[in-house]
């Protein structure tokens, strides 16, 4: 069984920085494409950058250049640097392992406010 755990949100002011981060469980991680989400109330959850198991990233445009995501197999572990963030990044972060089946962590928030 996969399991996934975000770790890392809070409150930050526009312009500041906040690291995400996905632990997971279960011997497929290193193998599985993963990737972080996010959503707003009353939205669509979007997607915001993916990476494979080779390291191969990909970005929503609303975020290139300021983030960042990783990974580290040995640790199971996914990352999402966010850099000179702003108001509209405020959302429900979420990590996704896409095995063929989809996992979901169960989202840690962030907001971005002055």
């Known amino acids: 069984q996969v399991q996934l755990v975000e770790s890392g949100g809070g409150s930050v002011q526009p312009g500041g920085s906040l690291r995400l981060s996905c632990a997971g469980s279960?011997?497929?991680?290193?193998?599985?494409?993963m990737s972080w989400y996010r959503q707003v109330p009353g939205k669509e959850r979007e997607l915001v950058a993916v990476?494979?198991?080779?390291?191969?990233?990909n970005y929503a445009d609303s975020v290139k250049g300021r983030f960042t995501i990783s990974r580290d197999n040995a640790k199971n572990t996914m990352y999402l640097q966010m850099n000179s963030l702003k108001p509209e990044d405020t959302a429900v972060y979420y990590c996704?392992?896409?095995?063929?089946?989809?996992?979901w962590g169960k989202g840690t928030l962030v907001t971005v406010s002055s």
């Open positions: 996704c392992l896409n095995a063929g089946v989809r996992y």
């Open positions: 279960g011997n497929i991680f290193k193998f599985a494409v």
């Open positions: 990476i494979t198991s080779a390291g191969g990233t």
